[in-house]
C-alpha cells in the first residue's frame, strides 16, 4: 500500500479552463516519460458539467493515437428522457461508445453477478424462471439513514432517480433477461435492452410514495433516540412533497414474464439497511393440501432470497416436516451465506471491479445508452406526473418498516411482503440473536433454563421500556412463543421473528432489539 499511495499525485485546475487542461496534459507527459500510455478519466462531478469536462479532455488531455482513452461517468445520467438525451448527444459527438463507461456500482456486486451462473449453471432454477412458477418478485431497498444535511441535493433528484432507475433496475435486468447469445458485452447488453424494451411504462397509478418524518424512540432500555424528520432538513425547501420512499409495480409484456408483479421499493429513514431479491413461488395443487402442514395464509410458500446486502448470502424458504410421529410442517430455510461458504476468498470492492474492467475495455459491467434510453422511457411519464400533480407522500415515522398503507397497496399490486419466518429472521440477525441469548441468561439468573411469567414480564419490560407492557400483552407473548409452561431459550429463538408483532410493533410504532 505504501508503495502504491507514493504513485498518488493531486492536480488542481478548473473544469471549465483549457489552459487547466493543457497543464494537465503536460504534466501526464512528463510522468510518461516519452513513451504512450493509456489513459482513463473518471468523471465524479455533477451531471450539469459532464458536457464541458468532456470537451475539454477531447480538446486537450487526451492520450496519443496509439494508446486508448476512456471515460468513466458517474450517475445520475439525466434527470428524464430529454436529459439524457441532450447529456448523450454531447458526450457522444466527442467520443465514441466504445470509449464511454457508464458506472453503477451495483453491477460490481457479487450477488447480482451470481444472478446468471445462478439460472444458468443449476438445472433446478432455470426451468422454473418465468411465469409459470413465479407468482412476483420483489426488488427491495431499505436505508436507516436520514439525508444528513444533504437534503438540498436529494430534493433535486428524490428516492426514483437516486435509486430505482439505475441500481434496482439494473439487478432487474440480470434478474430477468433472456439467456444472451454469449457471456460478452455485447450480447449481455442486447439481451438486457430487449428485456427493458418489453417493460410498460410507469405511472401514478402504479406507485406508492412515501416521506420520512421526525420520530423518537427507544434504541435500549432507557436509550432515547430522535431522528429528524425530511423536511426538518435545513437544505430541504420548505413543504417539500419530495418522496422519500417509493414502490412501483413493473410489468412485464414477453412470454417468460407476463402476468408476474416485479415490485420494486426503495425506501430512506426506514428500519435497517437492506438489498434483497425475493422470488415468490406459486403453490403447487399438492403443496397446499392441509395434509402437508401448509398453512391457509400462504405465508410458507416458498421463497428464493438474494441478499446483496449487509450481509451477501442466497436461502430458499422451503416446507420441511417437522421431526415426531405427527405430519406436522415448519417453514425452514436452506442457507448459503457468502461469509461461511468462501471463507478467505478476496470479493473486492464494487469499484474496485469497475475500474479494472474499464482498464480491460470490458464493458459488460456498464450501462449502454440503449439501456439508459429505455429506462428514462420507462420511469419518465412517472416523475412528470410526480413534478406536475405534486401529489402528498403517505408520512411515515423515521425508523418504521415500511409506511402507513403499504402493505395494503402491495396487496393490490401482486401480493403483500411475505410473512418472515423465525428461521429466516435468525439467519439474517445473528448478531441479535447472540443479544437474545445474552438478555435470556441475565434474566435466568437462577440458571433453570425456563422463564416462568414474572421472567416474561422482565422479558417484556426489556424491549417495551419506559412503557409499561399490558397484561394483554404478556399473554400474547406467552400465545406467540408457545410458553405457557414456560420459556425456554430454544423457544425464544424460534420465535425471535413473532416478537416484533407480539410486542405491537406497528408501521406507527418502533421498538429496536
Known amino acids: 500500500m505504501p508503495e502504491f499511495l507514493a504513485m498518488i499525485s493531486f492536480f ?40 464541458t469536462v468532456c470537451k475539454m479532455i477531447k480538446a486537450k488531455a487526451c492520450a496519443e493515437d496509439r494508446a486508448w482513452t476512456r471515460l468513466i461517468i458517474e450517475k445520475p445520467f439525466g434527470r428524464d428522457s430529454a436529459s439524457f438525451a441532450e447529456l448523450n448527444a454531447h458526450t457522444s459527438a466527442l467520443f465514441n461508445e466504445s470509449q464511454l463507461y457508464r458506472i453503477d456500482h451495483y453491477l460490481g456486486k457479487e450477488v447480482i453477478l451470481n444472478m446468471a451462473t445462478l439460472r444458468w449453471a443449476n438445472q433446478v432454477f432455470e426451468p422454473i424462471w418465468g411465469n409459470e412458477h413465479i407468482a412476483s418478485v420483489e426488488i427491495i431497498w431499505k436505508e436507516d439513514l436520514g439525508t444528513g444535511g444533504r437534503g438540498g441535493y436529494f430534493d433535486q433528484f428524490g ?22 447469445e454469449t457471456m460478452t458485452a455485447e450480447h449481455i447488453l442486447k439481451a438486457k435492452v430487449e428485456l427493458l424494451r418489453s417493460v410498460q411504462t410507469l405511472s401514478i397509478g402504479d406507485a406508492f410514495l412515501g416521506q420520512f418524518t421526525r420520530n423518537t424512540f427507544y434504541t435500549a432500555p432507557g436509550v432515547q433516540v430522535t431522528e429528524p424528520g425530511y ?10 412533497k ?11 409484456n414477453n412470454s ?34 392441509a395434509s402437508l402442514g401448509a398453512s391457509e395464509d400462504g405465508s410458507d410458500v416458498n421463497e428464493l432470497v438474494m441478499s446483496i446486502q449487509p450481509d451477501e448470502a442466497l436461502y430458499m424458504k422451503v416446507l420441511c416436516k417437522e421431526p415426531g410421529l405427527g405430519q406436522k410442517a415448519r417453514a425452514t430455510c436452506m442457507n448459503m451465506s457468502y461469509s461461511d461458504q ?12 469497475m475500474f479494472l474492467n474499464s482498464v480491460r475495455g470490458d464493458q459488460s459491467l456498464f450501462v449502454s445508452a440503449a439501456e439508459l434510453t429505455e429506462a428514462w422511457r420507462i420511469f419518465t411519464p412517472l416523475l412528470r406526473e410526480i413534478e406536475s400533480k ?3 407522500p403517505v408520512l411515515y415515522p423515521f425508523g418504521v418498516g415500511c409506511p402507513p398503507g403499504f402493505k395494503e397497496w402491495a396487496s393490490t399490486h401482486g401480493g403483500a411482503p411475505p410473512t418472515e419466518s423465525w428461521m429466516e429472521w435468525a439467519l439474517m440477525n445473528a ?9 435470556f441468561h441475565s434474566i435466568d439468573a437462577n440458571g433453570t433454563g425456563v422463564l416462568h411469567r414474572d421472567g416474561i414480564y422482565k422479558l417484556a419490560r426489556r424491549f417495551y421500556a419506559p412503557r409499561e407492557p399490558p397484561q394483554q400483552k404478556i399473554d400474547q407473548i406467552i400465545d406467540a412463543l408457545d410458553a405457557s409452561e414456560g420459556l425456554t431459550l430454544e423457544k425464544l429463538i424460534r420465535g425471535a421473528s413473532l416478537l416484533h408483532r407480539a410486542f405491537g410493533v406497528d408501521e406507527s410504532d418502533t421498538i429496536h432489539f
Open 12 to 51: 488542481a485546475g478548473g473544469y471549465d479552463d483549457p489552459a487547466a487542461f493543457e497543464r494537465l496534459d503536460l504534466d501526464l507527459r512528463e510522468r510518461q516519460g516519452g513513451r504512450a500510455a493509456n489513459r482513463l478519466f473518471f468523471l465524479s462531478v455533477s451531471p450539469t458539467i459532464f458536457g
Open 159 to 180: 428516492i426514483i432517480r437516486d435509486i430505482m432507475q439505475n441500481h434496482l433496475l439494473q439487478a432487474f435486468t440480470f434478474l430477468a433477461m433472456e439467456p444472451p
Open 231 to 240: 423536511t426538518d432538513d435545513p437544505t430541504v425547501p420548505a413543504g417539500s
Open 242 to 252: 419530495c418522496p422519500t420512499f417509493a414502490a412501483v409495480e413493473l410489468r412485464v
Open 256 to 289: 417468460r414474464w407476463r402476468g408476474v408483479p416485479f415490485i420494486m421499493r426503495a425506501g430512506k429513514g426506514l428500519d435497517e439497511r437492506l438489498c434483497e431479491v425475493r422470488m415468490r413461488m406459486k403453490p403447487r395443487g399438492l403443496a397446499r393440501r
Open 342 to 353: 468462501f471463507k478467505g476468498s478476496y470479493a473486492g470492492d464494487a469499484y474496485e471491479r
Open 390 to 392: 405534486q401529489p402528498q
Open 431 to 439: 448478531s441479535q440473536i447472540d443479544e437474545l441469548t445474552a438478555l
